[in-house]
């Protein structure tokens, strides 16, 4: 239908969707419209009505979404409770961000994040304009004498990226 392919159990093909590819019973099953939308795994989505240029693979991955675009979504249970978010990465198992967020990168199982957040690492959770980055583990034996840092690239109030160092251990 309008280029698109649909293999599973789906309701209908979308009346004005266009270059779909949904995969797994299930998958887009409520689509009404959309335009290159790649669905894989069972029931994957199978909430999302209006949405375009979305990437969502995994079962029961954005079991909530009910339109959007510009996401990536990978594995099983991720975004479970992403409703009508743009433009998010979202990757490991249970991943997920709240309802309506936007441009979040969140990686890892677990991890949670909202608006304009980066979160990575199990478990790692963060709010608005937040990053978190999980446990960093360092070896100490031997190193006792050693101070450890962690280099970090920010754009300063010239639009120039400049690097810094955050002491982690003395």
Known sequence: ???SLYVGQ???APATGLSNVTLGGGAGKVMSSG?????IGSDSASLLTVASHNVIVGSDSAAAITEGG???????????????GTDNVIIGKGADVSAGTVRSVVIGEGATG??????IGQ???VSNNELGIGEITLNTTGYEDQTYYLPIKIK????NMVQYYI???T
Not at 35 to 39: E, I, Q
Not at 114 to 119: C, D, G, Q, V
Request: glycine content about 10%.
């Open 1 to 3: 239908a309008n280029g």
């Open 35 to 39: 335009t290159d939308n790649t669905l």
């Open 123 to 125: 478990g790692v959770t």
């Open 167 to 169: 002491k982690l251990w």
């Open 114 to 119: 909202n608006n304009e957040s980066i979160a």
């Open 70 to 84: 510009d996401n990536v979504l990978i594995g099983s249970d991720v975004a479970a409770t992403l409703t009508t």
């Open 10 to 12: 789906i309701s209908s």
């Open 156 to 159: 300063n109030s010239s639009g």
